[in-house]
């Protein structure tokens, strides 16, 4: 193991094998716990992201509504009418 990490020791695999040995049914069943952790997490932190992204949306069409009405007081033009 290369990165010095503190929370993490080395240690041997014990797998369900003969001997200890790390059988491919050991990787699924690890890998299989790893992807539903992560899928925890994501289902978790969606509502999070679809907040996010709303507030978003509303901050860009505001900026443009208001950026768009400043540029249309400035370039139009007014004509006044006198009446005799």
């Not at 890998?31 to 509303?58: C, F, H, M, N």
């Amino acid at each position: 193991m290369s990165p010095k990490l503190p929370s993490l020791s080395a240690s041997a695999a014990q797998g369900s094998g003969a001997g200890g040995k790390v059988q491919l049914s050991d990787i699924r069943a690890k890998l299989a716990q790893i992807r539903g952790e992560v899928d925890e997490t994501a289902e978790s932190a969606k509502p999070v992201a679809t907040y996010a992204a709303v507030a978003a949306v509303v901050v860009l069409v505001g900026a443009a509504f208001l950026l768009g009405r400043r540029r249309g007081r400035r370039k139009s033009t007014w004509v006044e009418i006198r009446r005799r």
